[in-house]
């Protein structure tokens, strides 16, 4: 059966390396909407077969648990095919592929994971995956989330040959180009890099809202102290929450008069705006919803 593409809403998205029990302890323990286990960079390369078979009879023996995600490493590693096997015996419910480049890494995903439906998402890290970013995230309906490399010292920066800067000016060309991507697909869950400076609170805050001011949905994590700050940045408020409310009922009284827009502060709405209104209601009200 092929996963309908709508998966469980998240903000914070944390790695855990795959070989380390105390740390997958811990993370299973923290606020993180995703836990995503790691085979790829967090693992040494002579432990990661270890670490396939340790880590899915580890998470498999808890049955309360976030969501669930494996990220295998890249499809160009001699190590894809064993990683997809992992995933498809394990309880993951979402498969990250690392460094997508091409619609058919994707496909091959598929096909690997045969007919358990577990979603899929595609990290774009790399000049040729950013610039085919579209054709990656709509190879297949099974993709719930994409996610762009925007971490400082990642292989996105290393790849183009940049030097991110504090303010991060020169991501968001990236950012946008990624997130138009993703919504011409339809894709539900769509996620900013990780901040790769733990200690730094305000730089993170900054990241954060930039990434959402632009309409991403949530970010990678890498230290259980980033969790609080991604969570509430990427939580409608309830200011947002009740003007959004007051938008449907002003535009809806509008229509009920025969009208297709009307004012609201001194601010005119349409359909549009009504849109944008019922969209961050939908995503308060499904992120209450998996809180429960």
């Not at 091959?108 to 950013?130: I, P």
């Not at 800067?165 to 990780?194: C, K, M, N, P």
Request: hydrophobic share 45%; proline share 4%.
């Amino acid at each position: 059966m092929v996963a309908d593409p709508t998966m469980r809403p998240a903000r914070s998205f944390l790695f855990v390396p795959g070989h380390d029990e105390h740390k997958l302890e811990r993370a299973l323990a923290s606020d993180a909407d995703c836990v995503i286990v790691d085979l790829e960079d967090s693992v040494p390369r002579e432990l990661k077969r270890s670490a396939r078979e340790a880590c899915a009879a580890f998470l498999s023996a808890h049955t309360s648990r976030p969501l669930l995600a494996l990220r295998v490493n890249a499809a160009d590693t001699g190590e894809f095919e064993d990683d997809l096997a992992a995933a498809a015996a394990g309880p993951f419910e979402l498969v990250w592929i690392p460094k997508a480049q091409r619609p058919a890494d994707v496909v091959r995903a598929e096909r690997l994971l045969g007919g358990r439906s577990t979603f899929l998402a595609a990290s774009l890290e790399t000049a040729r995956g950013v610039f085919a970013a579209h054709a990656i995230v709509s190879a297949r309906a099974r993709i719930a989330a994409v996610s762009v490399g925007t971490a400082v010292g990642g292989d996105l920066e290393a790849d183009l040959g940049a030097r991110w800067s504090a303010d991060g000016g020169e991501l968001h060309y990236l950012r946008s180009h990624v997130l138009i991507a993703a919504r011409a697909a339809d894709i539900g869950e769509i996620v900013d890099g990780a901040y790769t400076d733990f200690r730094d609170g305000e730089g993170l805050r900054a990241s954060a809202i930039a990434a959402r001011c632009l309409g991403y949905t949530g970010k990678m994590v890498i230290h259980p102290a980033q969790i609080p700050t991604v969570n509430e940045v990427f939580t409608p408020t309830m200011s947002e929450v009740d003007y959004a409310t007051r938008v449907l009922e002003t535009f809806d009284g509008a229509l009920a008069k025969g009208g297709a827009a009307a004012s609201l502060d001194g601010k005119m709405i349409d359909y549009a705006t009504a849109g944008q209104a019922r969209r961050l209601l939908d995503r308060a009200a499904s992120l209450q919803r998996a809180e429960r």
